[in-house]
């Protein structure tokens, strides 16, 4: 499958699927890969270009502080540039590193879809519980991580009302790495998307801002805040942390609202 070169030379891996218009980046989440956001990708039209970012999935493994969302917006910029992606639709870290793109050039795509936007702030939970992950991924590698985390996951309700997703976060821990993924999280855990938020405000191209309420990783105020920034954007907010999987057709229309319009 084909890569491209970042700013700084790190080899990231694509995946392409389907052709012709709009192109359409889809950019994942810290610790996930191109595989997150691909349950997307048959439901939509055109092209869409999967990334895996540094330091996770296929993509290259850069040194300790090369994870900065300067080095993530650079991902994001390269993989757009490549392939002439006119949209990006990011998750989480995704979400930010496009933000952070657009802070130094709000022209930059004509039509964005953010997904499940954060914030961290040093000591809160998230912040905690991703510093942790790191250090159990460099000591024990993935499979162990897996079976610490979802015991104690588990022990919290965290699969209570959606038995299914212990497995599906089981896998995706097993997708991670003992060295690459540590670092982002250690790079992006001390860094901050939007340095200048009144930048965003300059952002007019068409946005869709997804978020889900109960969600500890991704508040809704962060969603709420964007909004209110981003004098073209539509906000969704689903019902809890688990809809974003079984609310897909509803997400899905909306996505085509926005492409078509």
Same mark, same amino acid.
Do not use: W
């Given at each position: ?5 970042? /700013? ?15 192109? +359409? ?82 022209? /930059? ?22 510093? /942790? ?69 300059? +952002? ?58």
């Amino acid at each position: 499958m084909p890569t491209v070169i970042s /700013r700084d030379g790190t080899e990231l891996f694509v995946e392409v699927l389907g052709d012709g218009e709009p192109v +359409v980046l889809l950019a994942h989440g810290l610790t996930g890969n191109r595989n997150e956001l691909a349950i997307f990708a048959p439901f939509l039209p055109g092209t869409k270009v999967l990334m895996d970012f540094r330091g996770h999935g296929n993509s290259g493994r850069p040194p300790t502080g090369s994870y900065t969302f300067d080095h993530l917006a650079g991902d994001v910029d390269a993989v757009a540039e490549a392939y002439g992606a006119s949209v990006v639709a990011g998750g989480s870290m995704g979400a930010a590193a496009t933000l952070r793109l657009l802070e130094a050039d709000p022209a /930059r795509f004509d039509k964005l879809i953010i997904v499940l936007p954060a914030r961290l702030e040093v000591g809160d939970e998230t912040y905690v519980r991703l510093s /942790r992950m790191a250090d159990l991924l460099e000591e024990h590698g993935p499979e162990k991580t897996a079976d610490i985390m979802l015991e104690e996951e588990e022990a919290a309700g965290a699969f209570d009302q959606f038995p299914a997703s212990k497995e599906y976060r089981r896998a995706a821990i097993l997708a991670t790495n003992s060295d690459g993924v540590p670092r982002a999280i250690r790079g992006v855990i001390d860094d901050v998307a939007l340095r200048d938020p009144e930048r965003i405000r300059q +952002v007019t191209a068409p946005t869709l801002i997804i978020a889900q309420e109960g969600d500890s990783f991704h508040s809704t105020e962060v969603a709420r805040e964007l909004e209110a920034a981003m004098p073209n954007s539509e906000l969704v907010v689903l019902p809890d942390q688990h809809a974003l999987l079984r609310e897909i057709p509803t997400l899905i229309t909306k996505v085509h609202q926005l492409l078509s319009a």
